[in-house]
């Protein structure tokens, strides 16, 4: 990848009524060649910043460059970015092939130039013999593929993904997450991509952005975000997660005790608290849990009572309450060893030190 940036955002704010900031002094730099997720709720400002970057929105304060040249004054279809909406935007009255030429025309490209290069991209999304079709002719998935074709076929640096796979079925959603990675892998073309559906940021991303009410909350690869969260926030929103609340009572360098409401301590690592005294939320991944580990082999190892048990083939979801909580999960793997849970049951319930993350207060 290239030192400079492709995409760099400086102190861009976003205000529609002149009061409120939906984006909030946003910085980021968006690399060649990468595929960067914006994710986040409803109403996080993430859409709000790809339609600034397209050109659809101004920013109210702030620069956008684009291969390091400003473009808030350029308008979009001056600057040479393929897009992708959840809706597809096809022409209805052109067949599949005349869609995928059209930016080529607006472009002067010469008739020869333009049937092959729809032919090459009807070819990287598994249509070519589908360019005499009409979008009405063809399923969700295919005029999705359409879509996602017509915006590479003119070879800009740059794509733009807004919610593309939002009106696809669950396994369907699921193959054009990998076919779109391949693609951007195979190709090395630049792609920033909203969505607020968590795993399909998981699979497709070099690096995701969490966005909550304006601003990144986190931005790193997926990895490190479901593994090593930040804040309450970004825990809370990527992947499953248990949450317990309590007080800092010691910090001891990157490690703490926090102490539940009944003054049960906890050990953890201070991610987010600095001192004692501090109100903290606990984060712990249902899959770091061990039902009934061996004594000593964990620090923190606290009874439970079997609330539910749900099979899941791979792996057995058991609730459990835990620490005055209800909520808490497990995943247990599938073996034999715990086929002989029940609902009812006490059992131990135990983790690391180094799986129990100290962040800053939640409040749900």
């Known amino acids: 990848m ?7 955002f400086q102190n861009v704010q976003k205000s529609y009524d002149g009061k409120v900031l939906v984006v ?13 997720t914006m994710l986040g709720p409803s109403g996080s400002g993430k859409t709000t910043c790809l339609m600034m970057l397209a050109g659809f929105e101004p920013a109210t304060h702030g620069e956008i460059y684009l291969d390091d040249q400003p473009i808030n004054n350029v308008p979009p279809h001056k600057r040479g970015i393929g897009m992708v909406f959840q809706n597809y935007a096809l022409f209805p009255h052109m067949t599949v092939a005349e869609n995928l030429a059209f930016p080529l025309e607006v472009r002067k490209m010469t008739k020869s130039e333009r049937e092959s290069r729809v032919l090459r991209a009807l070819d990287m999304v598994q249509l070519g013999d589908f360019g005499s079709r009409r979008p009405a002719q063809l399923s969700g998935g295919q005029q999705q593929r359409v879509a996602v074709a017509r915006a590479l076929v003119f070879d800009p640096e740059l794509v733009l993904m807004d919610e593309p796979l939002g009106a696809l079925d669950k396994n369907l959603r699921e193959q054009m997450q990998y076919e779109i990675k391949h693609i951007h892998e ?17 699979t497709m991303s070099n690096r995701i952005a969490v966005f909550n009410d304006g601003v990144i909350q986190q931005l790193a ?3 490190d975000l479901y593994e090593r969260p930040e804040n309450a926030f970004v825990a809370q ?3 499953e997660n248990n949450k317990l609340r309590g007080t800092v009572s010691e910090v001891s360098g990157d490690r703490c005790i926090v102490q539940t409401a009944d003054g049960v301590p906890i050990s953890a690592m201070a991610v987010n608290v600095s001192a004692s005294g501090e109100e903290s939320t606990l984060s712990l991944r249902p899959e770091r849990v061990v039902i009934n580990p061996d004594a000593g082999s964990v620090p923190n190892i606290f009874n439970a009572q079997v609330l539910e048990l749900i099979y899941l083939g791979d792996h057995i979801r058991t609730r459990v309450s835990i620490l005055g909580r209800d909520d808490f ?15 009812g049951d006490v059992v131990s319930v135990g983790w690391l030190q180094e799986d129990c993350r100290a962040l800053d207060a939640w409040s749900e």
């Not at 290239?2 to 760099?8: A, D, G, K, M, Y």
């Not at 497990?330 to 060893?337: H, I, T």
């Open 237 to 239: 929103f990527i992947g």
């Open 2 to 8: 290239s030192e400079t940036p492709l995409v760099r």
């Open 329 to 343: 999960v497990v995943k247990v793997p599938n073996s034999s060893n715990h086929a002989s849970l029940r609902e």
């Open 221 to 223: 690869p997926p990895d």
């Open 186 to 202: 195979s190709l090395g073309v630049t792609v920033v991509y909203v969505t607020h559906d968590q795993s399909e940021a998981l």
């Open 24 to 36: 909030k002094d946003l910085n980021l730099d968006v690399q060649r060649g990468e595929f960067l």
